[in-house]
């Protein structure tokens, strides 16, 4: 079965980068693209009308959790964290005693997961990288969703609990649950790789470079090794955390890394910031970047969740000049990784101080090639003969994006998730008008309406001091009386 799509600006490519093709043609068989340029004479069975339109490869997430937005659309905007050592403003984790009351239950994880994942493909998210659920629904959902995903459970060598008195970062660590969970993964990516034609791969998710042990990321290399695998960490992510690893090991959060082997084409880092040369930690130095470059090592850079915390990369155009891969993700809340590639832009030129850096097309590059770079997949983030059928098709007839000179500055300058109009996945159309196929969306944000209530009202249940939603992070104005 042959789909011909005539565009439109097509971004198709020559092998080696995209290319803009005016009024361009993309042709796809079952779940593959045979044909992308001008004009295409051979006998197709479908005609998709995309004139005046963007067709532009499926777009890659390298990075998000699928039941946080529930928790960061409410508290955790606008609070002022004092990001370093002993803030019990930051409301993640719980005393010990009260952990218990902050799993999301069964059915509100299934709402959340849900609900994120159908954000993302309604932005043309086409593959997404979930961050350590790892749980049977969502390999089910991906499977009734249409879209392509890399899963697997998270795990540490340790937990981290808030004090009574409100101290921070407490450590317990626990070596065998961390090696028990690795063998839990592994398990998980053996029973799901592969299922769903292809759409669910496998990746190994030790948590947090600050929560594991030498000897776990030692035998997550092992591991990746043997069964081909990527793996995905937060490292850099925040101040404290780099000040502890040095603390710990005399050696940066990268350092440390490398030290374990952990480095290399397969690893996707996210966020990344806290490295030699940045500012903040008052080290200075190109050695990481380096490093990350010298090994090939990927970054999931996700700008709007970070700069909210008032923390920034230093910077993209450092990244990519020193070789270092960088990839898009949009981690909690919202997701739409068409407004992450414009935050990705601005603040990529605030922090340089020049408005050439982080340019629209790099950022696209990230957003699509990039990804595809960091999962190792030359199938994807690309239209060219032999890729996979992962399309998105944007509409541009509104006022945001009136008039247009150049199709990728006006997407990641004035686009939203709001434009996009088609999702084709694996050859398969999952989105047709902006609205996911697979599923009633008017219900699906009730349901998750109703799931965020429940555990919003549950989060005095195991915050430190019993604060509700609103004493951590206040209305914005208050109540009318
Ligand atoms: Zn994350």
Same mark, same amino acid.
């Given at each position: 079965?042959?789909?011909?799509?005539?565009?439109?600006?097509?971004?198709?490519?020559?092998?080696?980068?995209?290319?803009?093709?005016?009024?361009?043609?993309?042709?796809?068989?079952?779940?593959?693209?045979?044909?992308?340029?001008?004009?295409?004479?051979?006998?197709?069975?479908?005609?998709?009308?995309?004139?005046?339109?963007?067709?532009?490869?499926?777009?890659?997430?390298?990075?998000?959790?699928?039941?946080?937005?529930?928790?960061?659309?409410?508290? /955790?905007?606008?609070?002022?964290?004092?990001?370093? &050592?002993?803030?019990?403003?930051?409301?993640?984790?719980?005393?010990?005693?009260?952990?218990?009351?902050?799993?999301?239950?069964?059915?509100?994880?299934?709402?959340?997961?849900?609900?994120?994942?159908?954000?993302?493909?309604?932005?043309?998210? /086409?593959?997404?990288?979930?961050?350590?659920?790892?749980?049977?629904?969502?390999?089910?959902?991906?499977?009734?969703?249409?879209?392509? @995903?890399?899963?697997?459970?998270?795990?540490?060598?340790?937990?981290?609990?808030?004090?009574?008195?409100?101290?921070?970062?407490?450590?317990?660590?626990?070596?065998?649950?961390?090696?028990?969970?690795?063998?839990?993964?592994?398990?998980?990516?053996?029973?799901?790789?592969?299922?769903?034609?292809?759409?669910?791969?496998?990746?190994?998710?030790?948590? +947090?470079?600050?929560?594991? /042990?030498?000897?776990?990321?030692?035998?997550?290399?092992?591991?990746?090794?043997?069964?081909?695998?990527?793996?995905?960490?937060?490292?850099? +992510?925040?101040?404290?955390?780099?000040?502890?690893?040095?603390?710990?090991?005399?050696? /940066?959060?990268?350092?440390?890394?490398?030290?374990?082997?952990?480095?290399?084409?397969?690893? %996707? %880092?996210?966020?990344?910031?806290?490295?030699?040369?940045?500012?903040?930690?008052?080290?200075?130095?190109?050695?990481?970047?380096? @490093?990350?470059?010298?090994?090939?090592?990927?970054?999931?850079?996700?700008?709007?969740?970070?700069?909210?915390?008032?923390?920034?990369?230093?910077? &993209?155009?450092?990244?990519?000049?020193?070789?270092?891969?960088?990839?898009?993700?949009?981690?909690?809340?919202?997701?739409?990784?068409?407004?992450?590639?414009?935050?990705?832009?601005?603040?990529?030129?605030?922090?340089?101080?020049?408005?050439?850096?982080?340019?629209?097309?790099?950022?696209?590059?990230?957003?699509?090639?990039?990804?595809?770079?960091?999962?190792?997949? +030359?199938?994807?983030?690309?239209?060219?003969?032999?890729?996979?059928?992962?399309?998105?098709?944007?509409?541009?007839?509104?006022?945001?994006?009136?008039?247009?000179?150049?199709?990728?500055?006006?997407?990641?300058?004035?686009?939203?998730?709001?434009?996009?109009?088609?999702?084709?996945?694996?050859?398969?159309?999952?989105?047709?008008?902006?609205?996911?196929?697979?599923?009633?969306?008017?219900?699906?944000?009730?349901?998750?309406?109703?799931?965020?209530?429940?555990?919003?009202?549950?989060?005095?249940?195991?915050?430190?001091?019993?604060?509700?939603?609103?004493?951590?992070?206040?209305?914005?104005?208050?109540? &009318?009386?």
């Amino acid at each position: 079965m042959t789909t011909l799509i005539q565009g439109g600006w097509v971004v198709g490519n020559d092998g080696k980068e995209h290319r803009l093709i005016d009024n361009g043609v993309v042709v796809f068989d079952e779940n593959k693209v045979i044909y992308v340029g001008k004009s295409y004479s051979g006998q197709v069975d479908n005609y998709i009308d995309a004139r005046g339109k963007i067709i532009s490869p499926g777009f890659i997430d390298t990075h998000f959790h699928a039941q946080t937005p529930i928790m960061n659309s409410a508290f /955790t905007i606008d609070v002022d964290y004092k990001l370093t &050592f002993g803030n019990p403003n930051i409301p993640y984790a719980p005393t010990k005693e009260k952990a218990k009351f902050m799993a999301l239950s069964d059915e509100n994880f299934r709402s959340a997961a849900e609900y994120s994942l159908c954000s993302l493909l309604k932005s043309g998210c /086409t593959t997404v990288l979930e961050m350590g659920a790892g749980r049977d629904i969502l390999v089910e959902l991906v499977g009734k969703l249409g879209l392509r @995903a890399y899963l697997g459970p998270g795990f540490r060598s340790a937990e981290d609990y808030t004090g009574e008195d409100g101290t921070f970062y407490n450590k317990e660590w626990d070596e065998e649950r961390g090696l028990k969970g690795l063998e839990h993964a592994v398990e998980f990516i053996k029973k799901y790789d592969g299922a769903y034609n292809g759409r669910v791969n496998g990746i190994l998710n030790p948590m +947090q470079v600050d929560f594991c /042990t030498p000897t776990l990321l030692k035998e997550v290399r092992l591991a990746a090794n043997k069964i081909g695998a990527p793996i995905s960490i937060h490292a850099g +992510q925040r101040i404290y955390e780099f000040q502890e690893i040095i603390r710990r090991y005399k050696k /940066t959060p990268i350092g440390y890394l490398e030290s374990t082997d952990l480095l290399g084409p397969d690893l %996707i %880092i996210a966020h990344c910031m806290m490295v030699s040369g940045h500012d903040w930690t008052a080290y200075a130095g190109d050695d990481d970047i380096e @490093a990350l470059a010298r090994t090939k090592t990927s970054v999931a850079h996700c700008p709007l969740v970070a700069a909210r915390t008032s923390c920034f990369l230093k910077s &993209f155009n450092r990244y990519l000049r020193a070789g270092v891969n960088i990839s898009i993700g949009t981690d909690t809340w919202p997701l739409d990784i068409i407004s992450e590639m414009r935050y990705a832009s601005i603040i990529g030129k605030i922090v340089d101080g020049s408005s050439g850096s982080a340019t629209s097309a790099q950022v696209f590059n990230s957003a699509t090639i990039g990804g595809a770079m960091a999962l190792r997949r +030359q199938d994807l983030g690309r239209l060219v003969k032999g890729s996979k059928a992962d399309i998105v098709i944007i509409r541009t007839d509104n006022f945001r994006f009136t008039p247009i000179a150049d199709p990728i500055k006006s997407l990641v300058n004035a686009g939203t998730l709001d434009d996009v109009e088609t999702v084709i996945v694996d050859g398969n159309k999952v989105i047709e008008d902006g609205k996911v196929l697979a599923v009633d969306e008017v219900s699906l944000r009730k349901t998750v309406l109703k799931a965020a209530e429940e555990e919003w009202a549950k989060v005095p249940l195991w915050d430190w001091s019993n604060r509700s939603i609103y004493d951590i992070g206040p209305l914005s104005f208050k109540p &009318f009386e």
